[in-house]
T-cell receptor, first 113, second 112 residues
């Protein structure tokens, strides 16, 4: 079956530090991969996505590369800001079933000034 | 174009009561998805509906839970005879086609 595993939080960083949040997945076929962000009291917002192997998704300074050989989709940012403090969810969807997502449990990021 | 609108934002129910959660999709969107987020967990798929049809309800509990998306009006997620374990955030998402879903802000249900 499909599943997503991501690193547990919380992750606490100082402003301008480098961020990595690990995400690995199990899936049949060729899933699409996503990172969503949830700010306090808000719904989920799509941060970036990749639909095939070796694709790199990027947005707002965040990047993630679809690695089929390691079944991973790690999220990275070179220099975090206080405003990046949120919960980050890795997710996958089956090929052809795009909005039926399988989410990881989320990683809370705290960025201190 | 307003986003996906869910109401109420917060709902408190006593054990045994009914909870009705509403979701108005974005204009022009005919696909609706419901997800549940238990405390400290990720979102879990519940059901996928198109206008007047349930497409996939593989994530819905077999009892007490139902969902509809009528021809006119919002999608409704209904929970009968709520129990404490139903306390969670319920998120709705909508899309115009089968991909590119936008999420609402969620309804936080508390069962006391």
């Amino acid at each position: 079956g499909n599943s997503v595993t991501q690193m547990e939080g919380p992750v606490t960083l100082s402003e301008e530090a480098f961020l990595t949040i690990n995400c690995t997945y199990t899936a049949t076929g060729y899933p699409s991969l996503f990172w969503y962000v949830q700010y306090p009291g808000e719904g989920l917002q799509l941060l970036l996505k990749a639909t095939k192997a070796d694709d790199k998704g990027s947005n707002k300074g965040f990047e993630a590369t679809y690695r089929k050989e390691t079944t991973s989709f790690h999220l990275e940012k070179g220099s975090v800001q206080v405003s990046d403090s949120a919960v980050y969810f890795c997710a996958l969807s089956d090929q052809g079933n795009f909005n039926k997502f399988y989410f990881g449990s989320g990683t809370k990021l705290n960025v201190k000034p | 174009n307003a986003g996906v609108m869910q109401n109420p934002r917060h709902l408190v129910r006593r054990r045994g009561q009914e909870a009705r959660l509403r979701c108005s999709p974005m204009k022009g969107h005919s696909h609706v998805y419901w997800y549940r987020q238990l405390p400290e967990e990720g979102l879990k798929f519940m059901v996928y509906l198109q206008k007047e049809n349930i497409i996939d309800e593989s994530g819905m509990p077999k009892e007490r839970f139902s969902a509809e998306f009528p021809k006119e009006g919002p999608s409704i997620l209904r929970i009968q005879q709520v129990v404490r374990g139903d306390s969670a955030a319920y998120f709705c998402a909508s899309s115009a086609t089968g991909e590119g879903a936008f999420f609402g802000q969620g309804t936080r249900l508390t069962v006391v």
